[in-house]
């Protein structure tokens, strides 16, 4: 059962001025110093709109770099002082929450880390009752879209309606290109299901490295997201946390000076389309990968283990039993005979060849 959403316009809490809104500054505030560099190389971006930095970071082990806290802050109020931008933080608890009014933070954002955590999001969602502040809700770590609607529901509930959504990808296929697999769909189907909700894009927490970041950014825009938040950093390579994402304010002017700004077409919902079944062939071919990759690591062991019992390689009767089950099995599915012979043809003389370097390397413990 899909609730409804009440939802303020986007441009009652954050001008974009007809530019591609761009939410950006570091990953953490680490010091006076560079919390304010970086902000006074932002406010020449006529596109950054708000300023972001972790001053509570949720590190995945302890005695790593947590933030400054309060002290963060004060900073934070500095960058409001001295270049006008607004600032946003990330809150994890109702402490933050209060420590974030009281220094007339702007806007919170909820991290997927706490997002997961339904009993979490409701006592932010309590802190934030009669309270009148924009709040961004990332998406959980997991794949999981009713999660995600239920953290929004949850701070809607307690009155927020200017709201919006942070799409940062999903901890899923370990070994894809990116940090966190964009699985496009889900924000897709999100806005589906809310039209009238902001979603940004995070490009770099799906990137996790500064090479995939502008075309990420492109791709958020052709799926007309509302905007992206950036991690930038005056100095990137000295980051505390995040190092390898973060590009300097310059870094991103230019990102920003390449992107192609295309007119939004009543076609969304043909390109919406089009991006589900794209995404969900991205999907299977990774997992099709990852599982021949499984598959030639058991072979692996089965060639060892052959070795070890001085059995040959090639077992004709198994081989011809293979081939006749698959290719029942793949008729079945309505597939090609001919295609099927060839790819499984392939895929066994591949597992022959690894089976024959086993046997001939010299590492054999029965040797
Ligand atoms: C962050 O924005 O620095 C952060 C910790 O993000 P996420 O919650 O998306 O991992
Ligand atoms: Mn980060």
Redesign the pocket.
Known sequence: MIGKLLINPLDTWLKTDNQPLIISGP??AESEEQVLETAHGLAKIDAVKLF?A?VW??RTRPNMFEGHGEKALKWLQLVKRETGLKTTV?VANPKHVELALRYDIDVI?I????VVNPFSVQEIADTLKGVDIPVMV?NP?NPDLSLWIGALERINEAGITKLAA?H?GFDFFKKSAFR?APMWEIPIELKRLYPSLPIFT?P??IAGKRSLLAEITQKAFDLESDGI?I?THYQPDKAL??AKQQITPEALQILINNLIIRERTADFAFESKLEEYRSEIDRLDAEMIQILARRFDIIDSLGNYKKENNITILQLKRWSNILQERLENGKNLGMDAEFLIKILELIHKESIARQTRIFGSTSSPTE
């Open positions: 990953c953490s972001r972790g970071k949720p990330e954002w991290g997927a880390r706490t990332k770590l942070i940062r966190n995070d770099s927490h938040m991690e946390t995040d």
